[in-house]
């Protein structure tokens, strides 16, 4: 749900050992960025495939030695393991963090299109989608397809723009350059399916420790040896490609040296041979003196600082979204309390204290402790003061959303409407009402409001702006499922069983989706011109819904 807080109930009460080693693994199998370090410095351990991968578990796509994984076909992948992880609680989605993830990365796509680094058949079939785990590891993942997993601490633990947008272009070069068709090619026994399977037991981990305890043991380390020797040179020309689609993005080419220079600090003071899959990548200060050569002589002076408009949002907003993701990383309580410290060290610039204050007011909603939420967002905006005009408008976009969302979970919705109402008229164009952010949140206020027939309006206002939102992303469950209470409202039952549907879908749950459809089309009796309508629309859905399923069901079969 859009700025929804999750409490320490919501999720288990830690991320074990064993269930993040999982993770590890299956990052390391689909082409992760070589990080594997946690933003609290938890520790990890060796990890190998499961049993049984083998050739068998592939779909039928011919002599993979001979034949290169078309990009139809890799994008089919993608979105079946997309469907067995996407219904996982910690594949969240945050709309303020995904917003600014998105932001870089549809910049990087476009400097990848420019470059020629896109062909059309890749770009057209690919999904190009990011998304969000709840992981405290700082990691980054490439799936077949195009989709690209994000772990929270990733964003905790960078501290520009360019770091993080230099890791999204690594990890968009890994696509571009066909690097997990060519893995397929050149490893014909490996089964992507197998991967999906091994993701979805890493995320059932923290009900069934044993198991993951039981992938590692004996001998499977040794079976993705081959996989990640193999890889070197990937992880060379993604860097390679990455840094040219990062400099042409307009983001400071100085970022990916920053960020190999973070990670080897931080192996430093916390490698203690727990991520030995760091060493079978190149060495770090290798991978450094490579980003800096790439950049000349200026890779070795300091680097200039841009002052403009345009950049001066972009670091506050990166400031308030690592800030954000450092909360939300891990939900419980012990985690929390830590951070509702607003106390700024002396010489803090005014957007660090800023974020610190943010930091607590997203740590005390969290809590529901409204209080500090409304006393740290006052200090947030005072320190705001001192911030550069390009700052200001950005940072109270964030706080007076944060105000808002607190707002409607007291169910003060008639207050939550008027602090966006205040937003949208002094914040100087930086609070817009089509951002998915506010769309999201302007919903959640509608649903809220005393039911009343004066609301009729506001329901309908509110259904309107997300049907435009979904008819242009209809993976958008979060943005289905608001729309489909709105419609319940309004007295449009079909149409609300119909955005149920898709929203179930979104969430890789095929069969759910198949049930809404054909229950809610036994229950007409007689339809309207606009129902039959919705009727056709939802039997070309379910037609499609059930064509994937059974195409599920045949890649599983052929295991």
Same mark, same amino acid.
């Given at each position: ?299 070795? &002076?300091?680097? !200039?600082?841009?002052?403009? +408009? %345009? #950049?001066?949002?972009?670091? @506050?907003?990166?400031? *308030?979204?690592? $800030? ?76 007076? &959303?944060?105000? !808002?969302?607190?707002?409607? +979970? %007291? #169910?003060?919705?008639?207050? @939550?409407?008027?602090? *966006?109402?205040? $937003? ?84 890789? +749950? ?50």
């Amino acid at each position: 749900m859009p700025l929804k807080k999750t409490t320490s109930a919501d999720r288990p009460a830690k991320h074990s050992p064993a269930r993040t080693q999982v993770w590890y693994a299956a990052a390391i199998a689909l082409l992760a960025w070589p990080l594997g370090l946690s933003a609290a410095s938890s520790s990890s351990g060796d990890m190998g495939l499961p049993p049984g991968s083998s050739s068998s578990s592939l779909p039928s796509l011919g002599d993979a030695a001979a034949q290169t994984l078309s990009p139809m076909a890799e994008r089919r992948l993608g979105d079946r393991i997309m469907r067995s992880i996407l219904p996982d609680p910690d594949v969240i989605d945050d709309p303020l963090i995904l917003e600014y993830v998105n932001q870089s990365w549809q910049a990087l796509l476009t400097s990848a299109r420019q470059r020629g680094d896109l062909n059309a058949d890749i770009d057209s079939t690919h999904a190009w989608r990011p998304f969000l785990v709840r992981e405290r590891s700082v990691n980054a993942f490439a799936l077949p397809g195009g989709y690209i997993g994000v772990h929270l601490g990733l964003l905790a633990m960078t501290t520009t723009p360019d770091e993080l947008a230099s890791v999204l272009a690594h990890e968009l070069s890994h696509v571009t350059q066909r690097h997990i068709a060519r893995m397929i090619s050149e490893q014909s026994r490996q089964s992507w399916i197998s991967i999906a399977s091994m993701i979805l037991g890493a995320l059932a981990v923290s009900r069934a420790p044993a198991a993951a305890q039981a992938l590692m043991t004996g001998g499977q380390a040794i079976a993705i040896q081959g996989q990640l020797n193999f890889s070197r040179d990937m992880e060379r020309e993604a860097d390679r490609v990455g840094f040219g689609v990062l400099n042409d993005a307009g983001f400071a080419p100085i970022g990916m040296a920053q960020m190999f220079e973070h990670l080897q600090q931080a192996s430093r003071l916390t490698d203690d041979n727990s991520y030995p899959y760091l060493r079978t990548h190149p060495l770090t200060s290798e991978r450094i003196g490579e980003a800096r050569s790439r950049m000349g002589t200026n890779g070795f &002076l300091p680097t !200039a600082v841009d002052h403009s +408009d %345009a #950049r001066e949002m972009l670091v @506050a907003q990166h400031a *308030l979204m690592s $800030a954000r993701s450092r909360v939300l990383m891990d939900p419980r309580s012990v985690s929390l309390m830590p951070l509702l410290n607003t106390s700024v060290p002396k010489g803090a610039s005014a957007l660090e204290a800023v974020a610190l204050h943010y930091t607590s007011a997203v740590a005390a909603q969290r809590l529901n402790d409204r209080g500090q939420v409304a006393t740290s967002l006052k200090l947030a905006r005072s320190a705001a003061t001192g911030l550069p005009k390009a700052q200001q408008a950005e940072v109270e976009r964030i706080l007076a &959303l944060e105000e !808002a969302d607190t707002l409607v +979970d %007291a #169910r003060q919705a008639v207050q @939550a409407a008027a602090v *966006l109402g205040n $937003a949208v008229t002094r914040g100087q164009g930086a609070v817009r009402l089509d951002a998915r952010p506010e769309l999201l949140l302007n919903a959640r206020i509608a649903l809220n409001l005393p039911d009343a027939r004066d609301n009729r309006e506001a329901w309908q206002d509110a259904a309107t702006r997300l049907q435009t939102q979904v008819s242009v992303h209809p993976e958008d469950a979060t943005s289905w499922g608001l729309l489909a209470a709105l419609w319940r409202n309004l007295g449009q039952p079909l149409r609300a069983v119909r955005a149920e549907a898709e929203a179930t879908a979104a969430l890789g +749950d095929l069969p759910g989706a198949i049930d809404r459809i054909e229950g809610g089309s036994k229950n007409v009796r007689h339809a309207s011109p606009a129902d039959a309508i919705e009727l056709s629309v939802m039997q070309s859905r379910l037609r499609v819904w059930r064509r994937q399923q059974r195409d599920d069901l045949l890649e599983e079969s052929a295991r």
